[in-house]
């Protein structure tokens, strides 16, 4: 049996910035252990970009969570030379009075964010590529933008292990247990004994920590590329990352990293799933064709036709509160909820507090007796939230 100080199990997106956080620490043995390849294209993370936004809509309680990630992300920038953060701004379109906008502007007033206010008719000539209705307004999150997660991922691997981190590829964790001398964890590689395990499991966790079975439900999260006529028009310097909301339509994306597309994406109606083997795998043609013709409602001069797809999944809680918690020997960090890797910096400098006993922000919400205390109010997650 091997023996490390602490065990990160995951190195997705939680994972990686854990154990980058945690290779810092002089004196600390650090591994980790990953079921796939390093940056892999099963994780909740994959599909090249994700908007990152300061102006959320979910209220303020992620706004110091988010500042505080993007120092972090231009620090691992930093650290391994590596573009990951495209700082274009954010533009979330809907129309006035909509409320996810009402409170996004309540919070950059609240916050004192930078940001611009456009009419309809500043909507039209400042950015054409958007077919805008009479009576859209938008709002301009200047620190928002896109991030590439995939480049992400892979920055704070090789930094961790640049700092001496282990870590162990195409190694699926059998299952854990907490003993008086620490956590064991069974591999098909082998067995590790650890002093603190980081669980950063993600859509996984529930098969390795039981209690989280009632909690967390999996929402598909489906993702496409569309190409433009004029690709010019849809680069990061003149095409934000964005929001639109039309009626009960929602669609999201970010500028072209790769030349010729852009990513625009909108879900059809999946239901929610409790294990990740249930989870399709692929749009159907029928749901491609009606993104499409959505998109071609929103955006000016595209192919209707995606040029890419792919689907996803994350591990949804009912009130969209990530799970933050240390019980034991065992940290766990889940359920970000679909809007969660814009902060996992920020989670990964707590995994690596509460591994240490360091002081920390953790908003005690995050708690899972917390959040098991509103599941029993709230009911489990059912897709759209409560």
């Known amino acids: 049996m091997q023996k490390t100080d602490v065990l990160v199990v995951g190195a997705g997106a939680v994972g990686s910035m854990a154990l980058w956080q945690l290779s810092k620490r002089e004196g600390l043995d650090v591994v980790g252990i990953e079921q796939y390849g390093r940056v892999h294209s099963h994780g909740s993370y994959a599909g090249e970009s994700r908007v990152f936004r300061t102006a959320v809509h979910e209220g303020g309680t992620y706004v110091r969570m ?3 990630s993007r120092d972090l992300w231009r620090e691992l920038e930093r650290d391994s030379g590596r573009d990951i953060y495209a700082e274009v701004g954010c533009l979330s379109i809907a129309p006035k009075g909509f409320a996810d906008l009402e409170v996004a502007l309540g919070t950059v007033r609240e916050f004192d964010l930078p940001h611009r206010v456009f009419t309809t008719e500043d909507l039209r000539v400042e950015y054409p590529q958007h077919l805008v209705n009479d009576g859209d307004v938008a709002l301009f999150d200047e620190h928002g933008g896109g991030l590439r997660p995939e480049v992400a991922v892979m920055s704070a691997l090789d930094v961790a292990e640049q700092n001496g981190a282990k870590l162990f590829f195409n190694t699926a964790v059998i299952d854990i247990e907490e003993r008086e001398q620490g956590v064991v964890v069974r591999t098909t590689q082998g ?9 950063a499991s993600g859509s996984w966790s529930t098969r390795l920590r039981p209690e989280l079975k009632e909690l967390l439900r999996l929402q598909v999260l489906g993702l496409t590329w569309f190409m433009p006529r004029e690709p010019e028009a849809f680069v990061p310097e003149r095409f934000p990352a964005f929001l639109r909301d039309v009626g009960s339509v929602h669609f999201f994306g970010a500028p072209s990293f790769d030349g010729y597309s852009f990513k625009a994406c909108t879900n059809p109606e999946w239901p929610v799933f409790r294990d990740v083997s249930e989870v399709p795998t692929h749009h159907t043609r029928e749901e491609l064709i009606r993104i499409g013709q959505r998109a071609s409602e929103l955006f000016a001069g595209i192919n209707p036709e995606p040029v890419r797809e792919s689907v996803h999944h994350c591990a949804y809680t009912p009130d969209r509160l990530p799970v ?16 969660g890797f814009k902060f996992v910096p920020q989670l990964g400098e707590w995994a690596a507090q509460l591994v240490l006993g360091e002081e920390h922000s953790v908003d005690p919400r995050f708690a899972l007796a917390e959040h098991m205390k509103r599941l029993a109010e709230l009911g489990p997650y059912t897709g759209g939230g409560h």
């Open 324 to 339: 933050v918690d240390s019980t034991g020997r065992v940290v766990t960090i889940a359920g970000l909820s679909g809007h």
């Open 66 to 68: 988010i500042q505080r």
């Open 191 to 199: 067995t590790w004994l650890a002093d603190t395990v980081v669980m």
